[in-house]
């Protein structure tokens, strides 16, 4: 009875841990999604202002390849900053904690939407270009440590709903950009520096509420073998005094990690018993990037306006395209834990692989049917709603969940790393892939996601409602570490788990 009473106890939601979850996610992911589109709108608008700035210094207009870079540099700091980031997630988790990290990150926020919101008056452009290096290296950071932090917080139960919940708060922070980002709201000569500027508030926010939060108590326990502080920090909340059944568990990762210690990248790339964790998550990750999921936007434009919306409304209909983003993220939150990781994986990327297909036949035959057009435009919200249920949340919650916590860290800055320069590598060389190969450039994506579908279908397994040490005896079945050194891998002679449902 007792048993099943915890069991019913593990599935509730308490108000401090739902406060956390939406206080850690809206001060860091919010942002993330915030700096990706908050460039978009005002692109001209500042590009006239980098311009003006430079024939303030000079007395001439620059000519149009050094603005064209210029403005090419300052858009890919970003995700040049974001890799920086996530090279920095291991070194700050470990020495500050995941909250202490995630606090310590909002100086990468509030410095530069300070210098952002004064770069029109003080006539520096070059202050736009730093400052969107340092949104990166915040994005970086956050993108990574929300998702360990929500991850190690949370019952097993909800961990995937908390964990889809970063995710949620990118598609809501793009979503807020976009509608900010309208001609009659900031994305005008007086506005946009405002709309740059404003990253900073939840920022603010989150310095000012996080702190009355606990650390996450795997962090307290494992690493500063603090056990009175984890209890109370698990106390707190699950809003009851038994989590004696929590504490042995947490206790029973950290001597199965003993025999590793802390590990590495360097290391992580050399365990065996990590081998198809560590190649499922670049796989994901690379997947995730490269399926061509900022193409499909950078695209979207062209597309309304070849079936008839007027280029006064397209900013509408982008901002239509991503509630629709929103909408479909709160859905994988609340299926998550239905359908399972591996499903909507599957699942989305299928639909992505479908919709980059049939785009590929309706860009070339646009101009032959009359209807074609409108094809395009349900490929468009076909392949963010896929994209939106698997592939965007996931990779993040399952680098928490696969990875123990001494390889946590060392996986999320590889993780990290991959998603961040394969959306630098996307900016970059999509352009020309379009130039090249014009309406078949969604065939190099279509290919990708067939490849990730096809690497999830063999390989990636279902981790739903599983602890962390169950999921990683999958893994150590898989790696067939028995083989190579027991003694030296992860998971030494991990004792048989029961799972208490």
């Known amino acids: 009875m007792e048993q099943q009473d915890q069991s019913m106890k593990e599935g509730r939601l308490t108000l401090v841990l739902a406060l956390a979850t939406l206080i850690a996610a809206f001060g860091s992911s919010f942002q993330y999604g915030y700096n990706v589109a908050a460039v978009n709108s005002p692109a001209l608008l500042m590009q006239q202002f980098y311009n003006e700035t430079y024939y303030g210094r000079t007395g001439e207009f620059m000519e149009d390849f050094p603005l064209t870079l210029l403005w090419s ?71 990574n440590v929300v998702p360990m932090y929500l991850g190690e917080l949370a019952p097993k139960n909800l961990r995937g709903a908390l964990g889809v919940v970063p995710q949620l708060f990118i598609t809501v922070g793009i979503l807020v950009a976009q509608i900010f ?44 073998k603090d056990e009175a502080a984890a209890k109370k920090a698990l106390q707190t909340l699950r809003g009851w005094d038994s989590v004696d059944w929590e504490v042995a568990e947490i206790r029973q ?51 309304y306006l070849s079936a008839g919306v007027q280029e006064a409304h397209v900013q509408y209909v982008t901002a239509g395209t991503g509630a629709v983003n929103v909408v479909m993220t709160i859905c994988a939150v609340f299926v998550v834990e239905l359908l399972g ?41 076909s392949y963010v709603i896929g994209h939106a249920l698997g592939p965007s949340p996931i990779p993040a919650l399952l680098i928490t969940e696969i990875f ?23 900016g970059l ?6 130039e090249g190969l014009g309406p078949y450039s969604f065939i190099v994506f279509a290919v990708i996601c067939l490849l990730t579908t ?48």
């Open 429 to 434: 060389i999509f352009p020309f892939i379009q």
């Open 73 to 143: 540099v300052t858009v890919s700091m970003f995700p040049f900053g974001g890799f920086i980031g996530s090279l920095l997630v291991g070194p700050l988790v470990n020495k500050f904690g995941r909250k202490g990290a995630l606090l310590f990150n909002n100086i990468f926020s509030i410095v530069p939407a300070i210098l952002m919101g004064c770069s029109k008056v003080a006539k520096s452009f070059e202050l736009i270009i730093i400052s969107r290096l340092l949104v990166g290296i915040c994005a970086g950071l956050s993108s």
């Open 341 to 381: 990781r591996r499903l909507l994986l599957l699942l989305g990327f299928s639909i992505c692989l479908t919709a980059c297909c049939v785009l590929t036949a309706a860009l070339a035959l646009q101009d032959t049917v009359s209807w074609m057009p409108y094809i395009s435009i349900v490929c468009v919200i």
């Open 181 to 224: 980002g309208l001609r009659n709201l900031l994305a005008n000569a007086d506005g946009w520096p405002v709309l740059l500027g404003l990253t900073g508030v939840p920022a603010a926010l989150q310095l000012l509420l996080l702190p009355f939060f606990p650390e996450s108590p795997r962090y307290l326990l494992i690493q500063k």
């Open 253 to 303: 990762e950290d001597e199965a990690e003993k025999a590793a210690g802390f590990i590495s990248v360097l290391k992580l790339f050399r365990m065996r018993s990590l081998r198809w964790q560590l190649l499922s998550i670049i796989v994901l990750m690379a997947g995730q990037q490269l399926s061509g999921v900022n193409a499909i936007y950078y695209y979207a434009d062209q597309i």
């Open 404 to 426: 123990l916590q001494s390889s946590r860290p060392s996986a999320f800055m590889v993780g990290g790393s991959v998603h961040w320069l394969s959306n630098f590598a996307v």
């Open 454 to 501: 096809i690497y999830i279908f063999l390989i990636v397994p279902e981790t739903k409602a599983k602890t962390f040490i169950e999921i990683n005896q999958i893994f150590t079945k898989m790696n067939k570490v028995s083989e190579v050194h027991p003694e030296k891998e992860e998971l030494k002679e991990l004792p048989p788990v029961t799972s208490e449902q």
